[in-house]
């Protein structure tokens, strides 16, 4: 609708704190916020894990959350799988690209993705380049 709004901060110095602040648009009831980009911030796990409890809120009604290059690990991964199972009507898309998952949270993720009430359409991710010499490209898209 006209009213669904797409907010972007790639690149914009985003920290923890700043996540905090973006928790309060995504618990509120009248908030039309259906795509959020922080991309290339230094969130870390810290930061994802306090969007994730934003994301697991009934009241969330993101679609599209962009963490491409945030430095996010396994932790991070294990709380966007928590919300996702909490809350899990919304969300469809899913891009975390040039984070450091390893393979715990990518099977993290994948356990999340089987999940009956998972509405995700769409997960991106490309391992970071930290001691491999090739790039994993894995798109995960509903069938």
Known sequence: SHDDLVVRLSGCGVTEEGSASLVSALESNSSHLRELDL???DLKDSGVKLLSAGLGNPH????T???SGCLVTEEGCASLV??????PSHLRELDLCYNHPGDSGVRLLSAGLEDPHCRLEKLKYVEGLCQCS??????YQAS
Request: with cysteine; net charge positive.
């Open 60 to 63: 969330c009604k993101l679609e």
């Open 82 to 87: 928590s919300a996702l199972r909490s809350n």
């Open 65 to 67: 959350l962009r963490l």
């Open 39 to 41: 991309s290339n911030n």
């Open 134 to 139: 090739y790039q994993t490209c894995w798109t």
